[in-house]
């Protein structure tokens, strides 16, 4: 039982689940995830395999810019770094999937590091501007580097096999996503707890204060950018493996503004915000095709409106949510685990 | 003054901890610091006072790096850290508050101490990452040794899991110095830790200095405005006035030095009269 903030021992909150509430939970949410394709369909599985890709880029942004303070417009770019890599090693150098996708992780994590020597001397809207040119450039090099990328054709990719299993079908390529997933989620609150996740912080709320508390401002913003970076490179050959195609147009800008978009609805700096924001973010807009696929059935005349409407009632969810909870999904998520940890207890 | 003879024989007296030698720093044209020298000895209580402007913060900010003099050189332990970048400073032993409170708003009151201990952590970012065996014995060591020896010697144990940014001003001094403590400071630069304080809350900072000095053996230079505190606890005082050093010595002999009185004279009564009390 736990009453208000009231600790046995301080190395009790050195634990990252604290309460019995939220082990029960995760492993009720463990279970679920693990039994989930026994009872969807291909397409959930689909949609499940979609939030698995985007949770990990999104961990990886919000580790940049959430928790470091740098922000990133091209992290779409880079996860077409990681997508291309995979697809190039994979069909090119006849390197396993396995292999692969940790180097493809690698080797973005490098452009990363790359695109984030900038913000040695830049700061804030300038800093973007070199992350958008970025972008621009890797989309450029996506298209127009033929000998490598194919161009517009792009790559066929392989599917991931282990001896004759093949991860083919939404299925069986989920559990090789969940897989990933857990161990990107659990790396970054690990990262999060050390000096370094405080070095980022710090960084974030006051720079030159970091500086002189012996934090090498210039090494760990490299570092966070790597860092990023590789978490988006290796949901970016995730995704191209579960494609089993990488093209150009799956790595436009407007796919980096989604991704900023995530982690300011779920929570800035908040790995647990990451993950809301990424099932939020594949989540509604499914949901809306959804909801106006059936609602066709009854108005066929007013086919014309409900597309545009499903962006506009995305566009007013995600303003209402900045409005009403600015500190994103992750803090209504503590609200209620708070109120139902203390419950009934709540003295 | 005596030290110049000394400028080429860095390593010349043991004791001395600290040396700043004729440095001079500028802003603009203005002559922020002119020539200042002066030492510290391990193991003293070194005061810094002078009045609004006079260049205190200024010459902390030099001696760790953080501004450089047009000129001068500044010797820790004997070795020439004026080189050095103000991130390389932590390392040596040199740790410090700040006028204005510089602490990270956005974390914790026991993930800003624990912050003070970076550059002395090594746990690499993918030991980290899997928090398994050393990487996590580092971490669960340190919060032992933060809420055993610093924050038991503080008095902050109720609000160690607040953010720092709802903190009233005086709880924030005081967690900033509990930062400076947990980066296993040799010499402690303090700039103004009572400043805006009420009488309770100084007598506690000025009694956690001397726990600290006296516990730690902890070397401490401070810059004070208010004379009692200055007084009572420094063994040595260094008077700054425009950028320049007018006086130097025990509390007694500062406070009667014909000079420093027309210093502080020339800018408020206030002070004057704190000065003689
Ligand atoms: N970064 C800076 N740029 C320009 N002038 C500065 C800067 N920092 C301090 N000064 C000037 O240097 C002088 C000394 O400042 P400071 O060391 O803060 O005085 P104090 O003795 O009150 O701590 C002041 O006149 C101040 O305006
Ligand atoms: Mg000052």
Redesign the interface.
Same mark, same amino acid.
């Given at each position: 039982m736990r009453c208000g903030d009231f600790r046995e021992s301080y190395l009790e909150d050195e634990k990252i689940f604290q309460s019995t509430f939220v082990k029960v939970w995760l492993v009720i949410l463990l279970v679920g995830l693990v039994t989930l394709p026994l009872f969807a369909n291909d397409y959930v599985m689909y949609v499940a395999n979609q939030i698995g890709f985007a949770v990990i880029a999104a961990v990886g942004l919000n580790l940049l810019t959430g928790c470091t303070g740098q922000i990133s417009l091209g992290h779409a770019a880079f996860i077409g770094v990681g997508g291309y890599a995979t697809a190039v090693l994979i069909t090119r150098f006849g390197i396993p999937f396995w292999f692969a996708l940790p180097l493809a992780g690698l080797i973005s994590a490098g452009v990363g590091m790359v695109i984030g020597i900038p913000s040695l001397r830049v700061k804030g809207l300038y800093l973007c501007i070199a992350t958008l040119a970025a972008q621009f450039i890797l989309e450029y090099v996506f298209i127009n580097w033929e000998g490598v990328t194919q161009g517009i054709r792009g790559i066929n990719v392989p599917p991931p096999r282990i001896g004759s299993f093949v991860f083919a079908t939404e299925k069986s390529f989920y559990y090789l996503t969940l897989v990933v997933v857990v161990a990107a989620v659990g790396f970054a609150r690990n990262i999060l707890r050390t000096k370094w996740g405080r070095a980022f912080v710090a960084i974030r709320d006051r720079d030159l204060a970091a500086e002189m508390m012996g934090i090498d401002l210039f090494r760990h913003k490299l570092i966070a950018f790597a860092l990023s970076s590789f978490y988006a490179g290796v949901a970016g050959g995730l995704w191209v493996s579960f494609m089993k195609i990488v093209t150009p147009e799956h790595f436009p800008f407007s796919r980096s503004i989604e991704y900023l978009a995530m982690i300011i609805v779920g929570g800035l700096g908040s790995v647990l915000g990451s993950i809301f924001g990424a099932i939020f973010m594949v989540l509604v807009p499914e949901l809306l095709n959804v909801a106006t696929g059936s609602l066709k059935g009854f108005f066929p005349n007013l086919t014309q409106i409900f597309i545009p409407m499903k962006e506009v009632i995305f566009g007013f969810l995600i303003v209402g949510f900045l409005i009403f909870e600015p500190h994103g999904l992750a803090e209504i998520w503590h609200r209620i685990k708070n109120f139902f940890s203390l419950w009934p207890f709540s003295y | 003054m005596g030290t110049t003879s000394h400028l080429n024989q860095p390593n010349q007296a043991a004791d001395q901890l600290l040396r700043v030698d004729d440095i001079s720093l500028r802003f603009g044209g203005v002559n922020v610091l002119a020539n200042v020298s002066t030492s510290v000895a391990e193991g003293e209580i070194f005061a810094i006072i002078g009045p609004n402007g006079a260049g205190k913060t200024c010459l902390l900010n030099c001696i760790?790096r953080?501004y450089q003099p047009v000129s001068g050189r500044i010797y820790f332990e004997g070795r020439d850290i004026t080189p050095l970048r103000? !991130?390389?400073?932590? /390392?040596l032993g040199i740790a @410090?508050t700040?006028q204005n409170v /510089?602490?990270? &708003? %956005?974390?914790t009151v026991i993930?800003n101490i &624990?912050? %003070?201990? !970076?550059?002395h952590?090594d746990?690499g970012?993918i030991a $980290? %990452?899997?928090?398994f065996g050393k $990487?996590r014995k580092t /971490?669960?060591a340190l @919060? &032992?040794e933060i /809420?055993e020896r610093i924050i038991d010697l503080l008095e902050i144990e109720h609000i @160690? &899991?607040k953010r720092v940014g709802a903190l009233p001003y005086g709880l924030q001094k005081r967690v900033e110095l509990a @930062?400076a403590l947990a980066?296993k400071p040799k010499l402690l630069l303090l700039d103004e830790p009572v400043t805006g304080m009420n009488l309770e809350e100084t007598e506690d900072i000025a009694r956690f200095i001397l726990d600290i000095h006296d516990e730690w053996g902890v070397t401490i230079v401070l810059i004070e405005h208010d004379m009692g505190v200055v007084m009572d606890i420094s063994d040595r005082v260094c008077v700054l006035d425009f950028g320049v050093k007018i006086a130097e010595g025990s509390p007694d002999d500062v406070r009667h030095n014909e000079q420093v009185i027309k210093a502080y004279l020339g800018e408020q009564d206030l002070t004057y009269s704190r000065l003689g009390a």
């Open positions: - | 760790n953080f103000p !991130h390389q400073i932590p /390392e @410090r700040f /510089e602490l990270f &708003k %956005g974390m993930d &624990k912050l %003070g201990r !970076h550059v952590l746990t970012l $980290a %990452g899997c928090y $990487a /971490e669960l @919060r &032992k /809420e @160690r &899991k @930062r980066m």
